[in-house]
T-cell receptor
Framework: NAGVTQTPKFQVLKTGQSMTLQCAQDMNHEYMSWYRQDPGMGLRLIHYSVGAGITDQGEVPNGYNVSRSTTEDFPLRLLSAAPSQTSVYFC?????????????FGPGTRLTVL | GNSVTQMEGPVTLSEEAFLTINCTYTATGYPSLFWYVQYPGEGLQLLLK?????DKGSNKGFEATYRKETTSFHLEKGSVQVSDSAVYFCALTLPYGGATNKLIFGTGTLLAVQP
């Protein structure tokens, strides 16, 4: 199993550009989520999905869109990038959405918005 | 609100030293508690967890005990190795609010172990 994969590893955007961060998992996990990691702030939840066709907002959803058309994929879209979105983005998945379900994280995408 | 507070880093130790990384939490209800580790250039991995008061989580020589009376979940290891150098995150999940495995993270503590 590849686990949770993310592409690209690095990306530089200009303000106002759009892009999609890709996330895929091959573990047949129902729950998937996106976090951003900023210095001194830990990781914060952006959006999550409890199954195909179902998404919901996390702590910091503004400026990001998601969709979940398949169990395997959970892309994160930036419609109009802003410098405040410079961060490292992690995708995670787990078998279920239970309190103690172990979450598996991808290697991250480092995004810089100029 | 619900939050996790970790000790500031970096923590610099010599090999075979004893490690403690403090973690305290504020939460409504009865959270589950986790320690995640992030090695350089990688994503986070679950290190250990505890789901109720007085539970002890352990893995790879690391331990943490869920202390409800002090709302703490301190990470300890008796003898650290250079390979333990990483960032350690304390986190919790709450048993309400829809999907109950939304993680709330602390800010992370960088551990550097010198030979």
């Amino acid at each position: 199993n590849a686990g949770v994969t993310q592409t690209p590893k690095f990306q530089v955007l200009k303000t106002g550009q759009s892009m999609t961060l890709q996330c895929a998992q091959d573990m047949n996990h129902e729950y998937m989520s996106w976090y951003r990691q900023d210095p001194g702030m830990g990781l914060r939840l952006i959006h999550y999905s409890v199954g195909a066709g179902i998404t919901d907002q996390g702590e910091v959803p503004n400026g990001y869109n998601v969709s979940r058309s398949t169990t395997e994929d959970f892309p994160l879209r930036l419609l109009s990038a802003a410098p405040s979105q410079t961060s490292v983005y992690f995708c995670a998945s787990s078998y279920g959405a239970g309190l103690t379900d172990t979450q598996y994280f991808g290697p991250g995408t480092r995004l810089t918005v100029l | 609100g619900n939050s996790v507070t970790q000790m500031e880093g970096p923590v610099t130790l010599s090999e075979e030293a004893f490690l403690t990384i403090n973690c305290t939490y504020t939460a409504t209800g009865y959270p589950s508690l986790f320690w995640y580790v992030q090695y350089p250039g990688e994503g986070l991995q679950l290190l250990l967890k505890a789901t109720k008061a007085d539970d002890k989580g352990s893995n790879k020589g690391f331990e943490a005990t869920y202390r409800k009376e002090t709302t703490s979940f301190h990470l300890e290891k008796g003898s650290v190795q250079v390979s333990d150098s990483a960032v350690y995150f304390c986190a919790l999940t709450l048993p309400y609010g829809g999907a109950t495995n939304k993680l709330i993270f602390g800010t992370g503590t960088l551990l550097a172990v010198q030979p």
